[in-house]
């Protein structure tokens, strides 16, 4: 088992999620995998692993590993979390990106062009960019780590492909006002506009069928 190995199984099922061909709460199948892409069980099982332990995946007693899916309250609580950590992040880079606002502004650009040619998967992949950069600017390798794991495990790989196509370019706005206060050093403003723009997408994500969500059995108990 090579580490190279690992890490293929780990991008094909993150890939998979992310465009959709694997849903939340679709079941995985140790054997499938080991055939398909030519790997041993160990491999496809370690990469099983770490994705269960960044909570893209799921295991389950009886029913083995799963896309993980998650409830309304899950979602919501996972958004509340990511919204001030990414609101905490554009805080600690907005000076770094007033100093040299150049590659933002750019990149700016570069949405807005997308959001005009109505091309999703570009503008998608652009967003990505967007938030790396700017968790990248805050020069925290925790706040960086937990953020992209909160990525991994919800909103950007589980939902993008099932919101409504503009809804998502609508988020560009949001985009525009971060930017302006950043270039402009005004990072509590900075911050609460991304806090804002993390929630308007919770709001996206929780406007899907209840289809999506896993049953949430305590509230029901209630």
């Known amino acids: 088992m090579s580490e190279s190995s690992v890490e293929s199984v780990v991008q094909m099922i993150t890939d998979a999620v992310r465009t959709g061909r694997l849903a939340p709460g679709m079941r995985l199948v140790e054997a499938e995998f080991t055939q398909n892409l030519g790997v041993s069980r160990s491999t496809v099982r370690e990469g099983f692993q770490r994705l269960i332990a960044a909570g893209l995946l799921?295991?389950?007693?009886?029913?083995?590993?799963?896309?993980?899916?998650?409830?309304?309250?899950?979602?919501?609580?996972?958004?509340?979390?990511?919204?001030?950590?990414?609101g905490l992040g554009v805080e600690l880079a907005t000076s770094k990106v007033a100093e040299a606002p150049a590659f933002i502004q750019d990149l700016q650009q570069?949405?807005?062009?997308?959001?005009?040619?109505?091309?999703?998967?570009?503008?998608?992949?652009?967003?990505?960019?967007?938030?790396?950069?700017l968790a990248d600017m805050a020069n925290n390798e925790y706040l960086k780590s937990v953020i992209l794991q909160f990525e991994?495990?919800?909103?950007?790989?589980?939902?993008?492909?099932?919101?409504?196509?503009?809804?998502?370019?609508?988020?560009?706005?949001?985009?525009r006002v971060i930017v302006e206060h950043m270039v402009a050093g005004r990072g509590a403003k900075a911050a609460a506009a991304m806090r804002q723009h993390i929630l308007n997408a919770e709001e996206m994500v929780q406007s899907l069928p209840s289809s999506h969500f896993k049953r949430d059995m305590a509230a029901q108990n209630l």
């Open 58 to 86: 799921t295991s389950e007693r009886h029913r083995g590993v799963s896309v993980r899916q998650f409830t309304r309250k899950q979602v919501h609580d996972l958004y509340v979390l990511r919204a001030n950590l990414e």
């Open 110 to 133: 570069l949405m807005d062009d997308a959001e005009n040619e109505r091309d999703l998967t570009k503008f998608s992949q652009l967003n990505t960019e967007f938030h790396h950069y």
């Open 152 to 175: 991994t495990s919800i909103y950007w790989l589980q939902f993008r492909v099932l919101v409504d196509q503009q809804s998502v370019f609508r988020t560009n706005q949001d985009h």
